[in-house]
């Protein structure tokens, strides 16, 4: 199951990537669909601990009942998740950290050393594309960002994946539009010579993704993050 938390669906950046994943993956025989999370109604988690109440009747259940509800049933089924987000403000877009809140918490055991309730380790991945050139990448905090998320799925799910697509273009005429702080023919190369790489890292990544193989954390690639 893949998730696009980018509001632009069809040809953008973080869907590329996840439809370049979705190849991938389907290359290597698995059956796959991706949600539109910006097409969904739904809100984070409301804190209700409904999940944690000792008298609960199923683990593992949000109580919330919204558009979240029956995908996050499905989950429950899923062989393995990759959730793609552009960088918005340094962190995951609102919509794909609202479905991370509702996705992680309820499996979430507060037990002494945190265990998670979901029944199988399964693979995850993070697809995130950000304008940032590598340059300014590391001058910012993001990677702790990334690495957060990275140890929030590897802990709930399974060992969890990063791809990081960097410096990617954000219109597709930058004459149209405010732009000054890019260097626009930089942008435009960019794109033709490296986001096809970040395809191709994706396809890949979709295609691990599949094997069925959970690797233990020091195998995974990003693992550095
Ligand atoms: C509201 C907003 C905030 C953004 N903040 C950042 C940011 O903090 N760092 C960054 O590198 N890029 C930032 N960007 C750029 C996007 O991350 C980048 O263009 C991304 O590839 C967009 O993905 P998409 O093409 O799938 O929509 C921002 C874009 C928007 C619209």
Sequence with gaps: MAFNGSPRKKKWNTVTLLNNALKG?????????????????????????????IDRKEDGVCAVQDDLTA?????????????????????ETAATRAFLERLCFPYLKYAKNMQSLFPKRINTAMIYTMGVTEE????????????TTRMMLGMHFGACELL????????SDYGKFESEMFDKEAKYKRHAEVFPKDCKRAFELGVRMASG????PEQIPGFEY
Excluded at 71 to 91: F, H, Q, W
Excluded at 164 to 171: A, N, P, V
Excluded at 213 to 216: K, L, N, Q, R, T
């Design 25 to 53: 993956a389907e290359s290597a025989g698995a059956k796959t669909e991706l949600l539109q999370l910006y097409d969904l109604n739904y809100s984070g988690c409301i804190s209700c601990f409904s999940c944690k109440k």
């Design 71 to 91: 995908v996050l049933n499905r989950v429950k089924e899923a062989d393995a998740l990759i959730i793609g987000s552009p960088v918005y403000y340094g962190t």
């Design 136 to 147: 300014m990448l590391k001058q910012t905090g993001f990677s702790q960002v990334f690495a």
């Design 164 to 171: 990081l697509s960097k410096d990617t273009l954000q219109y």
């Design 213 to 216: 193989e959970v690797p233990e």
